[in-house]
């Protein structure tokens, strides 16, 4: 019953489009409106029933019982809602309020106020994809893959996206419980975090205890992290730095430019990733020139909460042979995002192109597999601002056995490359599951992360 109330709430959806447009508070772009009116003829077949549409909302003007319920707003929000997530692309395409439209904005420029972590719609549920570095869901223990079932005693399950973040985001100062299940246990838990103003520190580094191995942390591709990636390497080389770690774990990702800029500071040429288009077509992205740290020897840290824009990075790295990387499987994430901007600030989030790593391999749903498997505790990763006050004893004695592991590959002048057996076959390039052939880029100059966002995760 309720999916049938969704699919006739996104045939109201349309018909409300156009015939009262503005008076719902959402109108589709007028390019869009001209693509769909100059569409050739195989495309009008999928036309939407208008009849049948206005049937549908006349009989629940009339009818439904509840009526507080019949809102236009919240209706059009789940309408559009409905037809994002029955196009089947979970996690990725998806509809964005206002306020999540405003609070994502915040995201890529670095700073937003919630509980610190990154979350995908799978399933139904609220995942964590990661948590953001020094943020209260990291010292809570949140990790990735975690998933939320309650907000302050409230059901989340089956709630669209926008409604479940909504019971999570706060003011900075305040608090919210949140009940966490373990998807691997099962075992469940309340977790009660105060909300803070979170800040990203996008770039950090430290010379690793007693070596010469400066250790490279890269938390979030925000814009601005390639100018800060090339100062912090230059840092390490100007102290005399012979190896990086490029710390890639619990890295959510962000901006495709910032992927590309970040592989580019490693690799000399080729390509740093592979778009793939609804029509098949193949785009080279090709390294950026003037890399700063493309011949020191280097590892690659990886976990499962290593998503997007991270995975082009280690994707390149791998095919290139530039770098081991250890770790874990990362997350999964394979699609290049475009952002439509509706009338009224909300925004679609549509997938319109796949990405591939430089040989062809495909992460969606897959993920980028270590050549070197190591597993840690989330709460044994150490990060440079630790390292800094660390000796090498207590280095030793951190646990944290991927960059330990890193170190000694990295000390035996064996971490430029794959080494060990565990290293990942090659794998064929799986059929592309097509979009939406109706979609058409935004005008120019519109206001977006136009063609920018690799993958989608929600900041909380």
């Known amino acids: 019953m309720k999916r049938l109330l ?48 206005q049937q549908a909302w006349d009989k629940i003007n009339q009818v439904y019982v509840d009526r507080s ?59 964590i994809v990661a948590p953001i570095d020094n943020s209260p869901a990291q010292r809570a223990g949140l990790k990735a893959g975690d998933i939320i079932l309650k907000a302050n005693g409230v059901s989340l399950d089956g709630l669209p996206l926008d409604q479940a973040i909504s019971k999570i985001l706060g003011p900075a100062g305040t608090q919210v419980t949140l009940t966490i299940m373990d998807p691997q246990t099962g075992a469940t ?65 962000g901006l495709l ?34 890399g700063v740290a493309t011949n020191l020897p280097m590892a690659v840290l990886v976990n499962g909460g290593t998503a997007s824009a991270a995975e082009i990075v280690a994707g390149a790295l791998q095919d290139a042979h530039r770098a081991t990387v250890i770790g874990e499987t990362t997350f999964g994430t394979g699609t290049v995002l475009n952002q439509f901007n509706l009338s009224d600030g909300s925004a679609l989030m549509l997938a319109v192109q796949e990405w591939l790593t430089p040989s062809g391999r495909v992460i969606w749903h897959k993920g980028i597999a270590p050549d070197v498997s190591v597993t840690t505790a989330a709460a044994n990763i150490v990060l440079p601002d630790a390292e800094r006050a660390m000796t090498p004893a207590q280095l030793q004695a951190s646990n944290d ?60």
């Not at 690793?208 to 591709?221: N, Q």
């Open 6 to 53: 969704e699919l006739l709430i996104v045939l109201i959806l349309l018909i409300l489009t156009l015939t009262v447009g503005a008076g719902v508070g959402v109108v589709v772009d007028r390019d869009v409106l001209l693509a769909h009116a100059q569409a050739p003829t195989a495309a009008t077949s999928n036309a939407p029933n208008f009849q049948l549409i």
């Open 69 to 127: 319920a019949i809102q236009s707003t919240p209706l059009t929000y789940g309408a559009i809602s409905g037809m994002v997530d029955a196009l089947g692309d979970t996690g990725h395409s998806v509809f964005l309020t206002p306020q999540m439209v405003k609070n994502e904005n915040n995201f890529t420029q670095g700073q937003f106020e919630g509980i610190g972590a990154e979350v995908q719609s799978k399933n139904g549920h609220v995942v």
């Open 401 to 460: 056995n991927q960059l330990l592991r890193a170190l000694e590959l990295l000390g035996s002048g064996k971490a430029s490359h794959a080494t060990e057996a565990t290293a990942q076959p090659d794998q064929p390039v799986l059929p592309f599951v097509e979009a939406s052939p109706e979609l058409v880029p935004l005008p120019a100059g519109a206001p977006a992360l136009h063609k920018s966002t690799v993958g989608w995760e929600f900041p909380i």
């Open 257 to 290: 430019d910032e992927a590309v800029g970040t592989a580019s500071q490693f690799l000399k040429s080729g390509d740093v990733l592979l778009e793939k288009d609804a029509q098949g077509n193949i785009t080279h992205v090709a390294v950026q020139s003037g």
């Open 189 to 253: 838990r309340d977790v009660t975090l105060t909300r803070a103003r979170i800040t990203y520190q996008n770039v950090s580094w430290a010379m690793l205890p007693g070596t010469k191995i400066a250790d490279v942390r890269v938390a979030a591709f925000s814009q601005g992290v390639t100018q800060e990636l090339k100062r912090a390497l230059t840092d390490a080389q100007s102290q005399g730095a012979t190896g990086i770690v490029l710390d890639l774990r619990d890295d959510p990702g």
